[in-house]
């Protein structure tokens, strides 16, 4: 079963610090894997984009990292900033699924970051 | 450029009854989705379309109905509320293509802002 996995639930980090969060995936055969970011009472809004043939891509201070082979990929905030404070949801679009392209989403990780 | 926008806001229904939920994006994209989202859960395709005039089933349709008569906008209808549809629901777009050979490519996925329904 087509499955996206993140890790922790939840996370609290003090302004300034950096913090990694993590996706792992099930979903075959592999489109692409995306990042959102979902502020509290908003719709996700798109960090960044890998394909399986991408291994890192940055988006200011957010670094997405894909390992296709053991199927996980991360998202490395730096000097992070209160506003950074959201939900990040990991997306995995699979290459087949009809036209919908087997979109399958994380149930996100709660990052708060305190002053 | 407004992006996707989404009326109203907030919603409480009684059960029974049926209302629609309004999605407009003026990117010309090809590609709009319906999800929901439950508290503390994914978020789950009701129903999606690839352009005007075609419509299909997602995860979750049952309940649901949708039209896209026109490429701007995408109408979600309720037709017998119930408390199980109690949730946020958020309509996206995105412009998607063929690939020579990777079947459909998918670009980013633009969202609104979202509709906050209880069904009481």
């Known amino acids: 079963k087509n499955q996206v996995e993140q890790s922790p639930q939840s996370l609290i980090i003090l302004e300034g610090k950096n913090c990694t969060l993590q996706c792992n995936y099930t979903v075959s055969p592999f489109s692409n894997l995306r990042w959102y970011k979902q502020d509290t009472g908003r719709g996700p809004v798109s960090l960044t984009i890998?394909?399986?043939?991408?291994n890192t891509k940055s988006n200011g201070r957010y670094t997405a990292t894909l390992d296709a082979d053991t199927k996980q990929s991360s998202l490395h905030i730096t000097a992070s900033q209160l506003s950074d404070s959201a939900s990040y949801i990991c997306?995995?679009?699979?290459?087949?699924?009809?036209?919908?392209?087997?979109?399958?989403f994380g149930k996100g990780t709660k990052l708060s970051v305190k002053p | 450029n407004a992006g996707v926008t989404q009326t109203p806001k907030f919603r409480i229904l009684k059960i029974g009854q049926s209302m629609t939920l309004q999605c407009a994006q003026d990117m010309n994209h090809n590609y709009m989705y319906w999800y929901r989202q439950d508290p503390g859960m994914g978020l789950k395709l009701i129903y999606y379309s690839v352009g005007a005039g075609i419509t299909d089933k997602g995860e979750v349709p049952n309940g649901y109905n949708v039209s896209r008569s026109t490429t701007e906008d995408f109408p979600l209808r309720l037709e017998l509320a119930a408390p199980s549809q109690t949730s946020v629901y958020f309509c996206?777009?995105?412009?998607?293509?063929?690939?020579?050979?990777?079947?459909?490519?998918?670009?980013?996925?633009?969202f609104g802002p979202g509709t906050r329904l209880t069904v009481l």
């Open positions: 997306v995995v679009s699979g290459i087949y699924g009809g036209s919908q392209g087997n979109l399958i």
């Open positions: 996206a777009s995105s412009y998607s293509t063929r690939g020579l050979t990777s079947g459909v490519r998918r670009e980013a996925q633009y």
């Open positions: 890998m394909t399986f043939s991408e």
